[in-house]
């Protein structure tokens, strides 16, 4: 379950209700499209209610992602969500409960009165604690761990201290007896936040065009000289996108990632190296002798399972075609999963498509697959039933998997 922010538009004031997820962003009232960047992670302010006293906001370190584990002979997976105190203060709340996902955020700004307990967390030890709570659901030895569409955000509680016990601004309750209430208030234990939210202005850096995308892209396109854009480190950078054509019509276009790898430990760099070293045959002779190996993933967040099952079956037996010109832009699917966080999947895809994972499985962590190029593939899929179908490939992915995936 995600949670929703309000933000004034940077052009008219005007309040926007915003998903957590989403990235791009159109006022409802000037109509200007922002696209929504910060550094490192995203910061968010729960709302205090009323009070005389000083505001201070103590934060809490989220973590949302999905969690992959690979043991002796299975793959299990899990949907993460948890939040940890962040500060050095352990008689503070241990996590917001469901807090975040009752009331409408904010974004830090500069300008919010009241002082911020510092933060002494930062995503290393999270994940470092998220390793150790996942790692007791695996029922066999652990030979590789990822971590996909890995979120950190921060969420600050508002506090104050009255009459020497610490209140939960959102609730207006006091949060326990605290015995060193007095440590809230001593400055060094404050901090001023410089982070904000940047806007970027959704122009494309090649023709100056105005990009497209659906709130949660993380991929913009351009309808003018058909380029695709990422952002990265506050820069729109581009993206090698290429459409595959269909011979039906009504086609809807779903991108995926294809990640071409080299891995020198093993020696698993053609198709041909990857079916033997999976035990499975090519499905076409010829296929794989003198292709590099690519891994498909899809580029659309989609729970853990269906991830992995579309990623192992797009991979194994790769999809043929062509790029197609005269594509309406309407037709392609957005992309909701950056590269980088499919990447992180590489292992675990090809750990799922060995068939005898028992053997397989302590060879992991001596494999170094390194990327050497990131294509974005659109592939036609044709809507029969409940199902989209992809026609060469003969692959399904139900339309509600893909619905929800989308608030994941
Ligand atoms: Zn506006
Ligand atoms: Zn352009």
Redesign the pocket.
């Known amino acids: 379950m995600g949670f929703t922010v309000e933000q004034a538009c940077p052009q008219c004031g005007a309040p926007i209700e915003l998903d957590e997820t989403d990235r791009l962003i159109i006022c409802p009232y000037c109509h200007i499209k922002n696209y929504l960047f910060a550094k490192d992670y995203f910061r968010f302010l729960l709302p205090a209610k009323a009070s005389n006293d000083e505001i201070i906001y103590a934060p809490y370190m989220r973590f949302k992602g999905s969690v992959y584990l690979c043991e002796g002979s299975t793959i299990n997976y899990a949907i993460v969500d948890l939040t940890y105190q962040a500060t050095t203060l352990k008689q503070l709340p241990l996590s917001l409960g469901l807090r975040p996902q009752a009331m409408q955020m904010h974004f830090v700004t500069p300008d919010v009165a009241g002082s911020f307990l510092s933060c002494s967390l930062n995503p290393s030890d999270v994940l470092a604690e998220v390793g150790k709570r996942t790692s007791a659901l695996a029922a066999e030895t652990l030979f590789h761990r990822a971590y996909v569409g890995e979120t950190f955000s921060l969420i600050y509680l508002p506090l104050f201290v009255h009459d020497g016990t610490v209140f939960d601004a959102v609730i207006n309750k006091p949060v326990a007896a605290l015995p060193d209430a007095e440590g809230l208030m001593i400055p060094e234990q404050r901090e001023r936040p410089e982070w904000r939210i940047t806007f970027m202005a959704t122009i ?1 850096p ?4 105005d990009l497209d995308g659906e709130r949660d892209s993380v991929v913009l396109t ?1 309808p ?2 058909e ?1 695709a854009w990422e952002a990265s480190e506050g820069h729109l950078m581009p993206v090698d996108r290429v459409v595959f054509g269909g011979d039906e019509k009504d086609l809807a276009y779903v991108p995926f990632w294809k990640i071409t790898v080299r891995e020198e430990e093993l020696g698993i760099n053609t198709l041909a190296d990857f079916m033997r070293i999976a035990q499975l045959p090519l499905v076409k002779k010829r296929d794989g002798e003198d292709k590099s190996l690519s891994f498909w993933l899809p580029a659309f967040k989609v729970r853990p399972r269906e991830f992995l099952r579309l990623a192992s079956q797009m991979t194994a037996r790769p999809p043929g075609g062509g790029p197609a010109a005269g594509i309406s832009l309407k037709t392609l699917s957005p992309v909701t999963l950056p590269r980088e966080e499919a990447a992180q999947c590489l292992k675990v895809v090809l750990a799922n498509i060995v068939t005898d994972k028992r053997a397989f499985s302590p060879l992991l962590p001596r494999i170094n697959l390194s990327v050497t190029k990131y294509t974005l593939i659109y592939l036609p899929f044709k809507a029969r039933g409940l199902d989209m179908v992809q026609e060469e490939t003969g692959i399904c992915i139900n339309k509600n998997v893909l619905k929800y995936g989308r608030s994941l």
Request: some cysteine; charged content about 0%; glycine content about 22%.
């Open positions: 494309c090649q023709c100056g065009g351009c003018v000289c380029t």
